[in-house]
Antibody
Framework: EVQLVESGGGLVQPGWSLRLSCAAS????????MHWVRQGPGEGLEWVSG????????GHADSVKGRFTISRDNARSSLYLQMNSLTADDTALYYC??????????????WGQGIMVTVSP | QSALTQPASVSGSPGQSITISCTGT?????????VSWYQQYPGKAPKPMIY???KRPSGVSSRFSGSKSGNTASLTISGLQAEDEADYYC?????????FGTGTKVTV
């Protein structure tokens, strides 16, 4: 059974940094692209970042470019999101999701339950 | 990187059919046959309903179907049921990034 479990969220002050992790199990992690998707309170889904199976391809939304960095460790079956210079606009539930294939172009076929990040003074 | 455009809400009676549109550009929906659709209940993670424009994941009802014309993709729900009341989002690849639609609340 595919499982994606996010961790590392919490309450931080504006300007601080946070690193999210996603532990994957139940499939060969290194064969699939992975993504981060977020949803602000009462808002819609927003794609944040995606990374190909071999890390050759990384994409970030303009809203986080230069502040957030996606990475992965295939040996540990783990996905990460380093978030710097956080602002109130980054307050959201962050989901880890698996891409159907190795490239970031494919749809998201499995999702974690999400981890909350709150940015507030 | 603009979000794909969806109607804010669509409603229908039980048994009816409804269609949700997802309008993008020639850089995303119009170029790639990779639009997917997700159903989301309040407080729950999104659930894949359609992928690669027209394909249904295992376990998804055949009442859900997808199509595309030009820069607009569509999700049709036929034989509307109370359990279909949820939020729906489209998603597309756009060359170097990905983008979601603005979301549609379906009311039965």
């Amino acid at each position: 059974e595919v499982q994606l479990v996010e961790s590392g969220g919490g309450l931080v002050q504006p300007g601080w940094s946070l690193r999210l992790s996603c532990a994957a199990s139940g499939f060969t992690f290194g064969d699939f692209a992975m993504h981060w998707v977020r949803q602000g309170p009462g808002e819609g889904l927003e794609w944040v970042s995606g990374i190909s199976w071999n890390t050759d391809i990384k994409g970030h939304a303009d809203s986080v470019k230069g502040r957030f960095t996606i990475s992965r460790d295939n040996a540990r079956s783990s996905l990460y999101l380093q978030m710097n210079s956080l602002t109130a606009d980054d307050t959201a539930l962050y989901y880890c999701a698996r891409g159907r294939g190795g490239d970031i172009r494919w749809d998201l076929d499995y999702w974690g339950q999400g981890i909350m990040v709150t940015v507030s003074p | 990187q603009s979000a794909l455009t969806q109607p804010a809400s669509v409603s229908g009676s039980p048994g009816q059919s409804i269609t949700i549109s997802c309008t993008g550009t020639s850089s995303d929906v119009g170029t790639y046959d990779l639009v997917s659709w997700y159903q989301q209940y309040p407080g729950k993670a999104p659930k894949p309903m359609i992928y690669e424009g027209t394909k249904r994941p295992s376990g998804v009802s055949s009442r859900f179907s997808g199509s595309k014309s030009g820069n607009t993709a569509s999700l049709t729900i036929s034989g509307l049921q109370a359990e279909d009341e949820a939020d729906y989002y489209c998603f597309s690849y756009a060359g170097t990034f990905c983008v979601f639609g603005t979301g549609t609340k379906v009311t039965v």
